[in-house]
């Protein structure tokens, strides 16, 4: 079976500057990466706790129960609000200057209809 290796199509643009769109979009690669490997090892030392041999087949095999997912949830959550934190103040800054200008739109308008 052939995998499809890349998407087709343009890549969206969520930047004015291209470089930026490329590094955030490495960035998530990499946070990805580092999100499966963390998993893993969490598979791993839970294992490692039955005290029961461990090979790469199990590891493989290991499926995380209820409690281990919402850990998982809430650790991949914590780390996304890490990496993705400049992201995350950039777009409230900007949220804070609309809701100024409309503000002021708005005031301006009820000024213009009371004068």
Do not use: C
Not at 27 to 44: C, F, K
Not at 86 to 92: D, F, I, L, T
């Amino acid at each position: 079976m052939n995998l499809q290796q890349g998407a087709k199509g343009e890549r969206p643009r969520y930047f004015a500057d291209p470089g930026i769109d490329k590094v955030l979009s490495m960035t998530m690669a990499l946070a990805g990466e580092v999100a499966v490997m963390r998993d893993r090892i969490d598979s791993l030392e839970r294992l490692l706790e039955t005290q029961q041999p461990v090979s790469r087949a199990t590891l493989d095999a290991y499926t995380p129960d209820d409690e281990a997912r919402a850990e998982r949830d809430h650790w991949r959550a914590r780390f996304l609000d890490i990496v993705l934190r400049a992201v995350h103040q950039e777009r409230e800054a900007l949220e804070r200057r609309l809701n100024a200008q409309s503000y002021t739109a708005v005031i301006e308008d009820v000024e213009a209809t009371t004068a």
